[in-house]
């Protein structure tokens, strides 16, 4: 039932109710209860790893707030090397290869038109999107972009149709988001290894991830099992 507690029972003096102890512990394991007996949600964190170069990170970064309604929970957006993790798992990207490059393209149009998401592919795919990496991270002294610089950094790639790297359109997008710090500097291009770092040692060998506790949500077609996880921690997720 939506808004529903957990097990309840009441005070023999005052008649308030106050939360069980018992039955159906193990459910609530991850709900706390302040001083007067209200029960919370414990807020979970996703820790978002995702390459701009990325089609499926577009999709699942558009679709996570509808598929996350109603449920507690904080992103924090963290942009990683797409390409360290391939070299790191020895694998080649999809576009690297003719027959998945031309079956990308198809499916990840097919589920923005199914799912009601804009997507239009870029004019040049693929292409280095370190410049745009970069420029996220500088957007914040932690490295860590907020969701306003993230999706405007994924819109320049994956609407209109043009092309990401091209140097006045780059141009423009860094005076817009008007980053904290140069990205050229050697403290961004740190950051950006860190996160990349940090993800490949979590066990994340695509983009785009989304990590919760101690378990990753691969790709698009995950959001739904996260959104049962967060919201449920369901055994199956």
């Not at 005052?14 to 459910?27: D, L, T």
């Not at 609530?28 to 807020?43: K, L, N, P, Q, S």
């Not at 577009?58 to 391939?86: E, R, T």
């Amino acid at each position: 039932v939506a808004g529903a507690g957990p097990p309840t029972k009441k005070s023999a003096r005052s008649g308030r109710k106050f939360p069980s102890v018992c039955a159906s512990a193990k459910r609530w394991t991850a709900d706390a209860f302040d001083f007067w007996g209200t029960w919370h949600h414990t807020m979970k964190t996703i820790h978002f790893y995702l390459d701009f170069i990325s089609p499926y990170a577009w999709l699942a970064f558009d679709a996570l707030p509808k598929a996350l309604q109603g449920i507690s929970y904080q992103v924090v957006h963290k942009p990683v090397v797409f390409g360290a993790m391939l070299k790191h798992h020895g694998q080649l990207g999809p576009a690297e290869i003719p027959a998945k490059r031309d079956w990308t393209y198809r499916q990840v149009l097919w589920l923005a038109h199914r799912h009601g998401l804009e997507l239009a592919l870029p004019a040049a795919h693929p292409f280095n999107p370190l410049a745009l990496l970069r420029l996220a991270v500088a957007c914040d002294p932690q490295g860590l972009p907020n969701r306003y610089v993230c999706e405007t950094l994924l819109r320049h790639v994956w609407h209109g149709g043009a092309d990401a790297a091209d140097p006045q359109r780059l141009a423009a997008l860094t005076q817009q988001l008007a980053p904290s710090r140069d990205p050229a500097d050697e403290t961004v291009k740190a950051d950006l290894k860190t996160h990349t770092d940090e993800a490949i040692a979590r066990g994340v060998f695509g983009v785009p991830t989304l990590a919760v506790d101690d378990r990753l949500f691969w790709g698009f077609d995950a959001l739904p099992m996260l959104a049962d996880y967060v919201a449920n921690g369901a055994w199956s997720a």
